[in-house]
């Protein structure tokens, strides 16, 4: 189905912002920043999957940074892809994890994550969703910092007579 990115993208946020208003998260504080072209951008997309992709990045970004924590959410676009970046302040990444970070049940520091509950499993499955839509999943880390998780994916150009090519 054709999706646009600029309209889920701010969907998935504004579900997010809701959970964060809870109770239960209000008083950590964690803000999420769009930083997002208003440019619609059409997708050929499982809906459903893809939004399991962004749900898992954010979950994370929210789960491994402390409270208080921005995260900021960009869509960009290139001459054929869109590029959705999720940049948060946690933990970051060690060098040598991030080759096996999209492994099915890699989890960095066990006992810490086990803390945190989950499988291990949600940037593998990642991955898979976003390369069987002919995309790319990737990461930039600095240990302290924080971490920036990339997802691009090919748009689809519409011409003017409702015809459209691949670019
Ligand atoms: P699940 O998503 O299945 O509930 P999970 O979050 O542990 O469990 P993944 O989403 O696959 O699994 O992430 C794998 C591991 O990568 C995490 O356990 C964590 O150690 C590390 N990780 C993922 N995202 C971040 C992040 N934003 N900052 C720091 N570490 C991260
Ligand atoms: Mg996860």
Not at 18 to 36: A, H
Not at 44 to 67: L, R, W
Not at 110 to 129: H, N
């Amino acid at each position: 189905e054709f999706v646009n990115m600029n309209k889920l993208m701010n969907h998935i946020i504004d579900r997010f912002e809701v959970v964060l208003q809870s109770e239960e998260y209000r008083y950590k504080n964690y803000r999420i920043l769009r930083d997002i072209t208003k440019r619609d951008l059409w997708v050929e997309i499982d809906q459903d999957k893809m939004t399991q992709v962004f749900d898992n990045i954010i979950n994370n970004a929210i789960k491994y940074s402390p409270d208080g924590g921005r995260i900021i959410v960009r869509l960009m676009d290139t001459h054929s892809d869109l590029i959705v970046s999720i940049s948060d302040e946690g933990l970051g990444i060690a060098r040598k994890d991030i080759p096996h970070l999209f492994d099915r049940f890699y989890r960095v520091d066990k006992a810490r994550s086990r803390e945190m509950g989950g499988s291990g499993l949600g940037l593998a499955i990642a991955k898979e969703v976003t390369q069987l839509h002919g995309g790319k999943i990737w990461v930039t880390s600095s240990e302290d910092k924080g971490s920036t998780f990339y997802v691009s994916l090919p748009y689809v150009v519409f011409e003017e007579d409702g015809e459209w090519d691949e670019i």
